[in-house]
Structures are given as structure tokens and as C-alpha cells.
């Protein structure tokens, strides 16, 4: 429990517009331990995303150091980082961001693909399957493998969505606004499977809403303004 | 290495986005031009170029001085390792006439640039040949076998094969004799003096051996009809030589054909001590020279270019060193050299194809980079989401890349299939489009071709493919790249 | 109006596109140059046949027939400006006392003829010559040096003898100068008292007076000019009207062909025996069918080959707009929405193609243009830096690379491109009219 999966050290973040730099994030520190759901809450533009982005090793931080399990990591080689991107944590996003040419299935299977050579996978394609499988089955969607994303519902998509962010087992899952885009009683149902995965894989789960009620049942909440983290 | 996810979610894409059909059309049709153009053209070519080489020997040594002789050159010649035989050949020009009939007045023939043919006028390049001789160094058996075969092809008639060859007798076979009952009867026939009795009819004259496009435009002869050699000799030496004019009267004693056309056009072959007692030099004369304007030479089958060449160079010194002091160096030249003038112009033709060519598959790479360059924009998000699973930046462009080689491989693989059935179903085509739509895409009249010559080389086909390919995955690598460098916190915004 | 204007935005939004046009202008480019190049060679030797020949030419006279009768029909053509008689021979030409270089292998021999030994001699009378040809001219070309230079009136005879015009280069070749003796060696057939013929040696004794030249480098090379009566005297002494060959010269080149039929049935009319015809009347350009249309052929055989380059940029234009419907999908239903009809949209698209494919065929064009005027330079600049020679001009005689750009061929090509460019511009055009706009607007 007290074990940190992900830690943001002053982190800061610009962004190059044209001649301006515009600072994202401000010397952030957070840290979420393993089995830690913590909520992340802040009005739109306070850098929310970006910091899980940082987080999950999508985007490197222009100062300050990210660290997986007390190593720090954001200074390695980009294969390495794609690859600890695939091992370490999953992502959640709020339009679903599926590949529209590949079926629930194949979209799940397509986690499976990283960060291991085609032969490798060639030899283990069968278990690879079977294991999709069965994740798709966890998140409630074992009638719904042949199905292209467009012919899913949005629930359903974000199902898929988790599916694939576990299949490589990662120790923290990032969530961005994952209900964001659901009515209420599907957002409902999608949470409750997250939160249910999250106890029973004791994984740490970062979550960003605008969702007070949602806040309210993770472990800490955490509110950011301008870049910062609000104390 | 790349990810086990390039490979597949590239082949997911070509299933899925019909465009990329397009670009395998694209890159098919080009395959498919450039291998039924350029093996239209390679069989056209190398027609020629075997026509031309089985028209020359291995060998040439030529630029002689005019009085050099055979014996002397032969033991330098033969001395030298790789070669195999030698057969004297003396060149001149002459009149060729045939008796008793009324010849052609001078007709020019148009100011043609290629074709001031001068066989209707009876002018020939005469060659003095040793038969025995160049049956060792070969070509001169097929020349003789093809000759009546080309004939035959166009024109009907009884177009007998010269027994010039086959004959046993060896003095008999130096002079290219004919039968003696076939002298006796073209001497009847002429009305010239001729043995009451045929069993008493010695034959007089030598053979001479015509070039099929000659006897295409004089027409066909019977066995040992008679014609007038004429040509004007000289004695002597530069500044102080003397014309003398000499005839001789020979048998038509068959047709050859090189498969060269000038050699073919030209070309009269009488026995060489016929042309060199002609020349001035008789053999029954105690000071004649055995005179040779070239030598042609057979190598050790089975040499390389380099061998040849080498061959060639240490010929020419041995020759050098044979000739009298202070004589000009001699050339020894290989088949290519022997013909020199037609084969440069063919090669020019076929630099020019090859550009054009070359401009063909440069246009379909541009398919292929138009097509997965639109695929990368269109698929910037799925560049993020990649990227957000954890696929590292080479094996999201791998991707693309990927897709560039399967789409140039699909194509190459159509493109090859649908050249290899249609070079090998041309002329069954041209056949069919001619006779439904009078369309004739490769009119055989310009060639003088039986067929449509159609060469799909291998190797060739070999290029073109990894030619295709290699310039696909050029094209391709600059999207891929592009979708390699991609942020794809950037791409996840996209909309 | 917007739909000129949004194709226009999406041409200039889309880098892309600049693609799809590159491919039109690549295979204009192609088509142009390639085959001016062609043109252009056809027409030089078209000049250099036509320079050195007789606009129209009665040959193949039989020997009974009288000069003044063929002439005076000939004459009485409206068209025909001049008519001059041709005696033809052959022979061999020496140096007395000079031992002539062996005559070439057959393979390594001039393209096109004129260093053999053999030649065709030409009887001509030279003041009727100047009126058909330019005989004149041919003697006075500015390439032959004073030294070699016909002095006094041509094929007037010398003290020494008769004399006779070699053209320039075999002069060169053999070392000839003006003034030399040169002995012309040719057989005549005579008969031999038992109703046959058999060849016997004629030689004449000849000065050489002067060197022609004409554009034709095989006709110099392998042409010597005596005069007719010379000729006359010596192989045809039997036949004293009698001239085998008639050159003409017409009025107007455009009718030449019609010319030449009338001529035809005048000369048939005249020399006629026993219901026959004799005489054939052939333009300059028939005479040489067989070598101009061996040209002509091969250009068609690259038109053949160049319109493959213009399949595959159809290709890339169809790649290119097809991805441009797919990816404004949105856009589609945004204009449907505004009261675009499907036509409308339609009609955007068609106007993308249209305007990518003018594009492509003006740049192709102007590329084309340049590089066919420029033609020689490109060829130097590539022969200076690869070391290949796209064009053997000196086999030719040409001191540059010759090329024709012709006005009809440029609006053929373009048309072509143009229809091509249409043609694969409706293909996505038409999918765009039938994209249902409630689909696109929805986002799925």
C-alpha cells in the first residue's frame, strides 16, 4: 500500500507556441502508491492531461523527474520508455481513442503486440488470444469481439478501451475523464468496472474528472490550478 | 528490431482502406509496362546482338598492311594458348555479274541514308575464304543452313541447301566446287562450251556463296549458275601501284545468311586462292605472298569478357611483331568491335527506352508516397493511441513503412504475373488485335521479324522487382518518418 | 461560387495535391520532349533527303524512249518549273598510282554508307541540274576550303580531260585535290556476238574539278557527278536520246504528290509500247518511304511507351483526390447542410481535378518547351557529368540536337492530359454526390 507505483518530482511542463513558451505545469509533485485510487480534479486547462501524460511517459517533462516504482525513468532511451509505457501503466482516455479498422478484439490484441518481435508473438499468438478473450469477458463484452468500434456503444468502447490498458498488466492505470463523454447510468457501470478491476488487481489508479461524486470515492483527491498542485 | 503490432496493424490498414488498391493498380501497371516494353525491346536486341555475334568470329585481327601474309601471321596467331583456330580472310571489293544477262541499268535506289544498296548494281564486297579452314572456326555451317531457311520463310520455292560443305574431296572443297553435272548443265544452259557427254564435263569454276538479302532482290539461282567476278587489283605499293582489272567466272554455289544485314546485303564469299590469283597473287607465281586482309580467329570455348580481351591484346602484340618494322599497328576486334557501327546505334535506342522506363516507376513511386503519405495524416490518432500502449516511435513508422512494401510487393507480384502471361502470350495478342481492330502494337514489318521478338529475362524481371520494391521503401520511409517524429500527445488532440 | 472557391482551398490547404499535378507535368514533359526529339529528327533528315534529291523524279526510262518527248510532256505539267536528265551509272573511283584503303568490314562501316568504294556516277547537264536542284549550291557550300572549290563552270572540261565532282568528305578521305587525275573504273555490258551479254571494263580518264556537298552525308559519299554527254559517249553510245532519269522540279511543294501522279500518266502516255507502260514518277519522300518511315515508326513505338507514364499519373491524380473526398467527408455534410446540391459538392471536387490537372499540363508544357529548346545544352550537361550520350548527333551529321516542337502535338498532348485528368477527377467526384451527408455529420 505504501509502495509508490508512479511519482511526479517538480515536474514542469512548457509548450512551445510559435515564439511563446507557455508553461503547463509547474513543479508538480504527486505520487500514487500501488492499490492508491487518487483523484485529480482542476478546471480545463490546469493541466490535468498533460500531467498524465507525463505520468504515463506519452510526453517528457521539460523539468523534473518521473519515477516508476522509485526508479526514475523519464531520462531513459525511447524504446525503453515505450516499453515501460506498455509494462507499467495503462491508459484510459475520454473519447476511447480505438483504431476504427480493428474489431473489439483486435484492438485488445493489438496490446499485446508491443514491445515484443513478430516471431516472438507468432509463437504465442494462440495464448495471446485466448487471453484477450477472457478480457473482454472480464469487462463484461464476451458477445461484442467481432465488432468494429463504430458499431459499439460508448460504454462499450470504453470497456474495450479498459480491456486493452490491462492486457499487459501494468501496475498504475491512467484515466483520463473516462466517463467524460457516457450518460450517467453507463458512466455508472464503467466505473464501478474500473474500480472493481483497480481492488482486485491492487493497482494504482490515477484518475482525472470533473466529477466531484466520482472524486469522492477514491482514496485522495487531488486538485491542480495553473500548473500546480493545490495544497 | 520492430514491434509484433507493425507488421499486423499494417496489413489491418491494407485490408481496410480500399486507396490502397490504387496504389498496387499503379504499381502493377508500371511492372507490368516496363517488363512487356523492355522484354519487347531485350528480344528485339538480342535478336540482333546474337544475329551479330554469330555473324562474327571470336576474334578479328584486322588493318593488316596490303601485302601481309597468312603462313607468317598464322604461327604468331596460333602460337598463343587460348586459340583454337585461324582461318584467313581477304577482303575486296568487286563486281559480281551474272553471264548472259542483261544487267540492271544503274538504278539508284533513292538518297536513303541507311540503305544506298548497291546489290542491284552487281557491286559486292568480295571475301576470299578458306572453307576448311572456317568451318574450324565455325558460323560459316550455319550460315549455310540458314541462308535458304530465311528464304523459305518469305518466299515460296526450292531453296537448296549449298553442298559447298559436304564435300569430300579437299581440293575440291577449297574451291567451293559444284557437282560436275550441275556445271555441265548451267553451262548448257547458258549456251556456253560445254563436254557432249556430262560424264566428261570437268567443272572449272570455283563457288561463289551469295548473302540472302542479295539474292532477295537478284532472285534464285540454279546450281552453279555462271557469274563474272570483276575487280580492279592493285600492284604495288602506295605511290607507285597499278590498276589491272581481272574477272574470273564462278558457279552460284548456295546462299548464306549471317544474320547480319550489311554482311548479308554485301557479302559475295569466293575461295580465297581464287580472289588472290585475281589479286595478283597465283599460287603457281614462286615469289606470291599468300595474302590476307584479315585473320579471324577461334578462341578456347568458354573464355570471359575479361579473358577475350586479354586474348585480344597479346594477339594484337604477337601480330605486331610479326609484321614487317615499321608497319602500322593492326586492330584485333572482338565481335562488338567488328561491328561497331550498328551496335552503338542500337544501344542508343535502348538508353533512350530506359529513360522513359525509368520515368515510368518514378510516377508509381509517387502513388505509393501520395498514398501512404495520406495515410499518415488520416491516421494521426492511431499514431497517438500506438504511441499511448506503448509502441516506440520505429515501430509506429514501421508501420507505414510496412505498408509501403506490402503495397510495392502486392504490385510487383501482380505486376510480374500479369508481364510473364502477356510477354509470353504477345504475339498470340498482336495477332488477335490485328485481326479484331487492324491495330498492330508492334507492327512486325519495322523488325523484318517472323514474329514479335519478346525476351522476358529473368534477371531483368529480377531488377525490376527489387528495382519496384527499393523504390517503394525509399518513398515510404519519408512518412514513415515523418510518423515516427510525431508527438503523440499531439496526435491524441487531433481531430 | 464556393465551389470554385473551396476547391481552390482545399488545393492550396493540401501540399499533396502538388503531386498528383507533378505526375501530369512528368508524363507532358515526357510526351514532349521524347517525341519533338523524334519530330525533330524526322525533319532533319527530311531536309538533308529532300536537300540532296529532286522534288520528283521519272526514273526506270526504257531505252527506246526519247528524251525530247519525255521532256516536253513533263514540261507541259502547270506545276513543273524545271526538268533536267539524269544518266546513271556505277563504278569504282583510284588515284592512278595511289593504292586505295581496303573497302570496311560490313560491321564497322559508316551508318549510313558513303566510305565504300563503290559509287554511283551521275550524268547531269549542269545548267537543266541548277534549275531542278540545288546544284548550285551544293558547289558552293561554305564548307568546302577554296583549295577544293569548283573554279570554273561546273563539269566544264579541263585541259588535261573531262572532270568530275566527288563530294567533300571522300575527297577528304582519299586525299583528292582539285586538278588530280582519277580514273573511273566501271563495266559495261557488251555483246558478245551469240545474242548474250558479258560485262566488260570501261575506264575513263577523269580530272577532278571541285567538291560538292549537300546536308545528305550518304549521298556525297556515295555520288560523283560527270557530265551527261561524257557519260553518254562512253557506256550508252547507241542511245544518244535517251536519258534514263528525268528530275523535276515543282511549283508548288504542297501538290507535290498530285503533281507526281499527273506526271506519271504523261509519261506513261508517251513512252507506251505494245499497251505497256513504262517510267515510274516518285516524290523525294517515296523514293525514300522505306528509311523516312522506319523514323517516323519509332516514334510512334515511343508515343506507345511515354502514354504508360500518363496511365500511372492518372493513377496517382485518382489516389490523390480520392483521399481529398475521403478525408473532407465532414465538409461534405457541412455543404449539404448550407443547401449544397449533390452536383454541387460533386462539382467541387471535379473542379479540384480540373484545375490540378491544368496545372499539370501548363507546367508540363512550359517544361517541355524549355527543355526541347534547350535540348543540346541538357544533352552536354549530361554527358558532362554521367558521361552518357543521350543523342549520337555526330552519326548524324548534326551539330546540335534536333528537335521540333510542333503546335499540333502540344494540343494533342495536352488534350490528352486534359481528358485523362477529367476522366479520373469524376471517379471521386461522383462518390463525394452519393456520400449520404447525415452520415458525416453524425461522426461516425
Redo the contacts between chains.
Keep these: 500500500m505504501n509502495e509508490t507505483a508512479l511519482q511526479a518530482v517538480a515536474v514542469h511542463k512548457r509548450y512551445r507556441l510559435g515564439r511563446q513558451e507557455i508553461p503547463v505545469l509547474r513543479g508538480v509533485d504527486l505520487a500514487v502508491a500501488r492499490g492508491e485510487t487518487v483523484a485529480l480534479l482542476g478546471a480545463s486547462g490546469a493541466g490535468k492531461s498533460t500531467l498524465l501524460h507525463v505520468l504515463g511517459l506519452l510526453d517528457a517533462p521539460s523539468a523534473g523527474e518521473i519515477r516508476f516504482d522509485g526508479r526514475r525513468v523519464d531520462d531513459l532511451p525511447v524504446r525503453e520508455r515505450a516499453a515501460l509505457r506498455h509494462r507499467h501503466v495503462g491508459f484510459v482516455f475520454q473519447f476511447y481513442h480505438l483504431i476504427p479498422e480493428l474489431t473489439a478484439l483486435q484492438n485488445v490484441l493489438l496490446a499485446q503486440m508491443m514491445a515484443i518481435s513478430p516471431l516472438a508473438y507468432w509463437r504465442v499468438r494462440k495464448q495471446a488470444r485466448a487471453d484477450a478473450e477472457a478480457m473482454l469477458e472480464r469487462v463484461g463484452l464476451q458477445d461484442r469481439l467481432r465488432h468494429r468500434p463504430t458499431e459499439l456503444s460508448g460504454g462499450e468502447r470504453q470497456r474495450v478501451a479498459i480491456a486493452r490498458a490491462l492486457m499487459a498488466s501494468p501496475q498504475a492505470l491512467l484515466a483520463d475523464e473516462p466517463t467524460g463523454n457516457l450518460d450517467s447510468h453507463t458512466a455508472a457501470g464503467v466505473c464501478e468496472l474500473l474500480f472493481d478491476i483497480q481492488r482486485q488487481r491492487g493497482l494504482a489508479l490515477l484518475l482525472v474528472t470533473h466529477d466531484e461524486g466520482l472524486a469522492r470515492r477514491c482514496h485522495r483527491t487531488v486538485r491542480m490550478k495553473d500548473g500546480v498542485v493545490e495544497r | 528490431?520492430?514491434?509484433?503490432?507493425?507488421?499486423?496493424?499494417a496489413w489491418?490498414?491494407l485490408l481496410?482502406?480500399r486507396?490502397n488498391l490504387?496504389?498496387v493498380?499503379?504499381v502493377m501497371?508500371?511492372v507490368w509496362?516496363i517488363l512487356l516494353?523492355d522484354s519487347v525491346f531485350t528480344g528485339f536486341v538480342s535478336q540482333i546482338r546474337s544475329d551479330?555475334r554469330a555473324?562474327?568470329c571470336d576474334l578479328?585481327v584486322?588493318e593488316l598492311p596490303?601485302d601481309a601474309s597468312y603462313e607468317a601471321l598464322r604461327a604468331a596467331i596460333e602460337a598463343d594458348a587460348d586459340v583454337v583456330a585461324t582461318a584467313p580472310r581477304l577482303?575486296?571489293?568487286g563486281?559480281l555479274?551474272q553471264?548472259?544477262?542483261?544487267?540492271g541499268?544503274?538504278?539508284?535506289?533513292?538518297?536513303?541514308?541507311?540503305?544506298?544498296d548497291?546489290t542491284a548494281?552487281g557491286?559486292a564486297?568480295l571475301i576470299g575464304i578458306d572453307p576448311a579452314r572456317e568451318e574450324a572456326i565455325g558460323g560459316l555451317r550455319q550460315w549455310l543452313v540458314r541462308g535458304p531457311e530465311e528464304l523459305a520463310q518469305r518466299y515460296p520455292g526450292d531453296f537448296w541447301p549449298s553442298p559447298a560443305l559436304d564435300e569430300t574431296d579437299a581440293g575440291r572443297k577449297g574451291r567451293l566446287a559444284m557437282p560436275d553435272a550441275d556445271e555441265w548443265r548451267a553451262r548448257r544452259r547458258?549456251?556456253l562450251a560445254h563436254e557432249p557427254d556430262v560424264a566428261n564435263q570437268r567443272g572449272a569454276w570455283p563457288g561463289v556463296l551469295l548473302g540472302w538479302q542479295r539474292i532477295r532482290r537478284l532472285g534464285w539461282f540454279a546450281r552453279s549458275e555462271p557469274f563474272?567476278v570483276?575487280c580492279?587489283s592493285?600492284t604495288?605499293?602506295?605511290?607507285?601501284?597499278?590498276?589491272h582489272?581481272h574477272?574470273a567466272r564462278v558457279g552460284f554455289a548456295g546462299v548464306f545468311a549471317t544474320g547480319?544485314r550489311?554482311?548479308d546485303e554485301?557479302?559475295a564469299l569466293l575461295p580465297i586462292e581464287t580472289l588472290r590469283t585475281m589479286l595478283g597473287h597465283d599460287a603457281a607465281d614462286p615469289g606470291s605472298v599468300d595474302v590476307v586482309?584479315?585473320v579471324a580467329v577461334r578462341l578456347r570455348p568458354g573464355l570471359g569478357a575479361a579473358a577475350v580481351a586479354a586474348a585480344g591484346a597479346r594477339l594484337r602484340d604477337r601480330v605486331n611483331a610479326a609484321l614487317p618494322p615499321g608497319s602500322p599497328s593492326c586492330l584485333v576486334?572482338d565481335w562488338e568491335?567488328?561491328?561497331?557501327?550498328?551496335l552503338?546505334?542500337v544501344a542508343?535506342?535502348q538508353?533512350?527506352?530506359q529513360?522513359?522506363?525509368f520515368?515510368?516507376m518514378?510516377?508509381?513511386a509517387?502513388?505509393i508516397?501520395?498514398?501512404l503519405?495520406?495515410m499518415v495524416?488520416?491516421k494521426v490518432?492511431?499514431i497517438?493511441?500506438?504511441?499511448?500502449?506503448?509502441?516506440?516511435?520505429?515501430?509506429v513508422g514501421a508501420v507505414f513503412l510496412l505498408g509501403g512494401l506490402a503495397v510495392a510487393l502486392f504490385g510487383t507480384a501482380l505486376g510480374l504475373g500479369v508481364g510473364v502471361l502477356s510477354a509470353a502470350n504477345l504475339n498470340a495478342a498482336n495477332e488477335w488485335m490485328y485481326a479484331n481492330f487492324q491495330l498492330e502494337?508492334?507492327?512486325r514489318r519495322?523488325f523484318d521479324l517472323r514474329e514479335v521478338p519478346c525476351r522476358l529475362e529473368p534477371s531483368w524481371a529480377a531488377t525490376v522487382a527489387v528495382g519496384a520494391i527499393a523504390l517503394a521503401v525509399v518513398v515510404a520511409a519519408v512518412p514513415a518518418r515523418k510518423a515516427a517524429r510525431m508527438?503523440?500527445?499531439l496526435c491524441?488532440a487531433h481531430e | 461560387m464556393y465551389r470554385l472557391f473551396l476547391a481552390l482551398r482545399y488545393l492550396l490547404t493540401r501540399p499533396i495535391n502538388v503531386l498528383g499535378m507533378a505526375g501530369i507535368t512528368i508524363s507532358v514533359w515526357a510526351l514532349v520532349v521524347v517525341v519533338s526529339l523524334f519530330s525533330g529528327f524526322l525533319q532533319v533528315v527530311e531536309s538533308h533527303v529532300h536537300a540532296a534529291s529532286a522534288d520528283v523524279v521519272v526514273g526506270d526510262l526504257p531505252a527506246w524512249s526519247d528524251w525530247r518527248k519525255v521532256e516536253a510532256a513533263l514540261r507541259d505539267d502547270p506545276n513543273v518549273a524545271g526538268v533536267a536528265p539524269r544518266l546513271l551509272h556505277f563504278g569504282i573511283l583510284s588515284r592512278p598510282g595511289h593504292r586505295p584503303p581496303t573497302p570496311p568490314l560490313p560491321g564497322r562501316s559508316a551508318l549510313h554508307g558513303g566510305d565504300q568504294p563503290f559509287l554511283f556516277v551521275q550524268g547531269v547537264e549542269p545548267v537543266a541540274e541548277t534549275e531542278v536542284t540545288g546544284f548550285a549550291g551544293w558547289l558552293a557550300d561554305p564548307a568546302i576550303p577554296s583549295e577544293l572549290r569548283c573554279e570554273s563552270a561546273p563539269l566544264a572540261p579541263a585541259a588535261a580531260g573531262p572532270t568530275v565532282l566527288v563530294g567533300l568528305d571522300r575527297m577528304r578521305r582519299d586525299g583528292l585535290r582539285r586538278g588530280d587525275r582519277v580514273l573511273l573504273t566501271t563495266a559495261q555490258l557488251r555483246g558478245d556476238g551469240k545474242g548474250g551479254k558479258t560485262p566488260v571494263k570501261v575506264q575513263l580518264d577523269l580530272v577532278v574539278g571541285g567538291a560538292f556537298k549537300t546536308a545528305h552525308s550518304g549521298f556525297d559519299g556515295n555520288t560523283v557527278f560527270v557530265a551527261a554527254s561524257l557519260l553518254r559517249t562512253a557506256m550508252f553510245p547507241d542511245q544518244p536520246d535517251w536519258a534514263p532519269e528525268a528530275a523535276v522540279r515543282v511549283r508548288d511543294a504542297a501538290t507535290l504528290d498530285a503533281t507526281a501522279e499527273r506526271l506519271q500518266r504523261a509519261v506513261i502516255a508517251v513512252v507506251e509500247r505494245d499497251g505497256h507502260g513504262f517510267g515510274t514518277a516518285q516524290t523525294w519522300r517515296q523514293r525514300n518511304a522505306q528509311f523516312l518511315e522506319s523514323i517516323a515508326h519509332q516514334r510512334g513505338l515511343m508515343q506507345l511507351v511515354l502514354v504508360i507514364i500518363m496511365v500511372v499519373a492518372a493513377f496517382l491524380m485518382l489516389a490523390t483526390l480520392s483521399m481529398m473526398v475521403t478525408e473532407k467527408v465532414s465538409d461534405i455534410g457541412i455543404l449539404t447542410a448550407m443547401g449544397g446540391t449533390p452536383r454541387g459538392v460533386a462539382s467541387v471536387f471535379l473542379a479540384c481535378g480540373i484545375v490540378i490537372t491544368g496545372c499539370g499540363v501548363v507546367a508540363g508544357l512550359a517544361l517541355g518547351v524549355v527543355t526541347g529548346v534547350y535540348l543540346e545544352e541538357v544533352r552536354r550537361a549530361v554527358r558532362w557529368t554521367t558521361g552518357i550520350d543521350l543523342f549520337p548527333i555526330d552519326v548524324y551529321n548534326l551539330d546540335r540536337v534536333p528537335c521540333a516542337i510542333e503546335p499540333m502535338w502540344l494540343a494533342q498532348v495536352a488534350g490528352m492530359a486534359l481528358a485523362v485528368g477529367i476522366l479520373v477527377s469524376f471517379l471521386p467526384a461522383w462518390r463525394a454526390a452519393r456520400h449520404d451527408p447525415l452520415v458525416s455529420l453524425r461522426g461516425l
Design positions: 528490431m520492430i514491434d509484433a503490432f507493425s507488421p499486423y496493424v489491418r490498414y481496410t482502406r486507396i490504387l496504389a493498380g499503379g501497371f508500371a509496362a516494353v551479330v555473324s562474327a578479328m584486322t596490303h577482303r575486296h571489293h563486281m555479274q553471264v548472259r544477262v542483261r544487267a541499268s544503274a538504278r539508284n535506289q533513292g538518297s536513303s541514308q541507311v540503305d544506298f548497291h548494281n557491286f564486297l547458258a549456251g563474272d570483276v580492279a592493285f604495288g605499293g602506295d605511290g607507285d601501284a597499278v590498276l582489272t574477272s547480319s550489311a554482311a554485301g557479302m586482309t584479315d576486334a568491335q567488328q561491328n561497331v557501327t550498328f552503338s546505334a542508343h535506342e538508353g533512350m527506352m529513360f522513359v522506363l520515368v515510368v518514378l510516377v508509381a509517387f502513388v508516397y501520395a498514398t503519405h495520406m495524416v488520416q490518432k492511431d497517438g493511441i500506438l504511441a499511448a500502449i506503448g509502441g516506440s516511435p520505429r515501430s502494337l508492334f507492327p519495322l508527438n503523440p500527445v491524441l
